[in-house]
């Protein structure tokens, strides 16, 4: 607060006038502003946000306002552009603004940048930011993978801002993002271990240590630019304020985890739930009510956006699983102490495939598994190395659980072929053979993504080559 | 002279020693010493030289000792590693160096960076360099097309290099990729109109402006760093250097081009030959000889490594065109004024495909004829737009001279689909659809590589995604 009071000393309107280099104060002020219920800090973060557009920052080589979020006004702005955390840090402050002010023009600007990210600059893992080079957003498609930024805090600043975004829409498409992003990019940015951190995430690795442009395949203790440890904390911290809203007609769940859940719809109102899951493992999910308030009130259940199918018991009583234009299951009654609710989303392994325009990406698909997105790392194959893997897309997949492995991971087998590449040994160019390529098949082993790089050294992709269809 | 003779008096044994933090100066001490017949040219060049390799250069955050080739002594390196340019610059020097003294652990290190370059780190227009941070080399197999870097000094360097490795071991592997050099990562360099440049040079674009990390679609009138404008009208103007040798056994001809070579196989033996040809439109190449000499000597032809078939003929008679071990054909005689020698080497469009491990090239062929690497760019294509365009790699290609398009270039015709991508609209990921996208039939109509970016901008890729056979 005394650091908030002299920022307001300094800067405002009649005072210094300024763009901030680096977004995180304008929801710190903000933040600041309900904390304490006085309005200048809130002043403020207004300040700060209406001065940008004007290209004051940037001009280097290498740093363009673009880089900063200066290049055009916040209200017109309409892509994700520049400096990944810069920019997701910015749009979460902006969604605060106008969660305290109601700025439709705002909202306006907040969804053509979050489209803009989901179709065109959003890996599949959750993961944003697809570039070494000023660890920016790259153009739409432009996804590499082997090549992939996506630098754990660049994911938490989307965690951040799409929890705004359900906060100010009550939309479940960014609690799925938030669920993808949670269990993949995020996930990802830590060992198992809990000690060791990833900066740079790449979707697929050929087992090399980490260089310039290139993310490798070991985390490390700590980083010279140290945000992503202490980030990956905070978040994992304060995980259980991102399960559930509450407001006057009832809660909200957004993320399904074993939790118990107690607030007051209104005062007197108190309600508390517990929530037992073995989600993502599983997706079977009982909801107990502990407390029930004397009125009714609407249970609303987020349907994932992967969910293929679901059934929903109330008190052992069959109910439409049928989720509401944005995306939620909803009860409403009067609950009651005892009172259930099951609920049971189709959670199988199933391929995904990705936009055409996607380089990265073609004649490849991805294997799912509820949120968890896979990978084929090389510890699990036996015999077969992951850079000649194909995948048989019309092979079925199977999940198994495997207690000791990863402490604890659903694999999953594919079936597929190794391509033999012995015949390109000293070139990279041929004409076109019309003969296939030699193969043979194999079983492929795919883990959680989040799991990789816990072993030894060894190559991973996500995105894994469909062979022919006519080798089937 | 005077600058080379400064530089002896300041660095060398018991005087100042040091590193160059960009190779250049070992071939100019080189040519220098060639030149004057003044070996402490050459003691300098060999003394910097041997400096390297003890990581006295780099140690930046962002320029490491692989950055200025100074990881490890150069008679111990296996790899093209770090910038580009000085890269390739330096193996340049080196190959003056061994050219000098025959130095057999320095050819041998020369080689085994020369594989490591075209087994791992070579786009197919001869381009090098992939990446932007560090204007690099990437790692083996790391060559996207959208983001490629592709400096164009980067294969002026690339032709440097290989131009001495002919001279020190007469193969034509080395005339094949100066050959594929030239025609595609160089000449795209320029413009047509031969004013404007190319830094960059990326294998496909979206046809976007030039921005950080991502070539553009349109040439400039010149750049900040204003290396490859100057660098390409050496190289053009100094063309004619790489066209042949001579030795006392005879002459070489490495590239075919209308022109006249006159040399002395030895005092009092001139002798001329007249090239005329059409290459690399056309397969047919015309020597005649304008002056004999009085003893046998050989004319040693390159057939070119893409020619899938040749004929030769001396005389009208014809001749075996087989090539030697060293990728020549060699015909012998006394050679007199009026000697004719006729080349045919077919030259069709064909598509060629990449080693399967690198991931921007997968799924997809490239169109090449003869020593020409093709494109699609969006002018061309008459209802289709690139991005959602595939080859039928089924279907024949039919080249035809169009006189008026791009200065006169020959058309390649390919038949291919167009993918409806409506259905992606939104989103970047989808679960695999069992039936196929939705794709009508298109012609596609490919230009030269060099020629692109001529027009209006617009898309532009080489490498052409497969449709899918079943399709056909």
């Known amino acids: 607060r005394r650091f908030g009071d002299y920022l307001v000393s300094v800067f405002g309107p009649g005072r210094r006038t300024a763009t901030p280099g680096h977004p995180e104060i304008e929801m710190a002020l903000i933040e600041l502003s309900r904390e304490t219920g006085e309005r200048r800090y809130l002043e403020l973060a207004t300040f700060f946000i209406d001065q940008r557009g004007r290209g004051w920052l940037g001009g280097g080589r290498f740093n363009s306002s673009a880089y900063f979020q200066d290049r055009v006004p916040v209200r017109d702005a309409s892509v994700v552009e520049g400096h990944a955390v810069r920019a997701l840090y910015l749009t979460t402050g902006l969604t605060d603004l106008y969660l305290e002010t109601g700025d439709a023009a705002l909202l306006a600007a907040l969804n053509r940048q979050w489209h803009d990210l989901v179709a065109g600059k959003l890996y599949v893992t959750g993961g944003v930011g697809a570039r070494h080079n000023a660890e920016s957003f790259g153009q739409p498609f432009e996804l590499p993978n082997d090549l992939a930024y996506c630098e754990t805090c660049g994911a938490i600043a989307s965690v951040m801002w799409s929890w705004r975004m359900v906060l100010a829409t009550g939309h479940a498409r960014y609690a799925d993002l938030i669920e993808r992003t949670l269990y993949n990019a995020i996930l990802a940015g830590v060992s198992l271990s809990g000690d060791r951190y990833f900066y740079v995430n790449p979707l697929a690795s050929n087992g090399e240590p980490e260089l310039l442009s290139r993310g490798g395949c070991r985390r490390k203790e700590w980083h010279l630019v140290a945000c992503c440890p202490p980030n990956v904390m905070r978040l994992l911290a304060s995980i259980g304020h991102y399960l559930a809203t509450r407001d006057a007609a009832g809660v909200q769940i957004h993320q399904y985890a074993s939790a118990r859940i107690a607030t007051e719809l209104a005062p ?205």
Chains 1, 2 share one sequence.
């Open 268 to 472: 007197g109102q108190a309600v508390a739930l517990r929530i037992e899951s073995a989600y993502p493992w599983e997706g079977r999910v009982r909801l107990g009510v502990e407390e029930g308030s004397s009125r009714a009130w609407t249970l609303s259940l987020r349907v994932p956006g992967w969910c293929a199918g679901a059934s929903a018991r109330v008190n052992g009583r069959e109910v439409a699983p049928a989720r509401d234009g944005a995306g939620y299951l909803r009860v409403e009654r009067q609950w009651a102490r005892g009172d259930t609710v099951e609920l049971d989303f189709t959670l199988s392994a199933h391929l995904v495939e990705a936009h055409p325009w996607i380089e990265s990406t073609r004649g490849c698909v991805a294997i799912e598994r509820g949120p968890l997105v896979y990978c084929i790392e090389q510890a699990d194959q036996q015999n077969a190395a992951v850079p000649d893997v194909e995948i048989d897309a019309g092979a079925p997949l199977e999940s198994a659980w495997a207690a000791e492995r990863l402490d604890g991971v659903a694999l999953i087998r594919a079936s597929g072929w190794a391509v033999d590449t012995t015949a390109w040994k000293d070139r990279l160019y041929r004409p076109v053979s019309p003969a296939p390529a030699p193969r043979r098949r194999v079983e492929l082993t795919a883990i959680p993504y989040y799991a990789w790089a816990n072993r030894e050294p060894g190559a991973m992709r996500v995105w894994i080559p469909r062979g022919p269809a006519a080798a089937r």
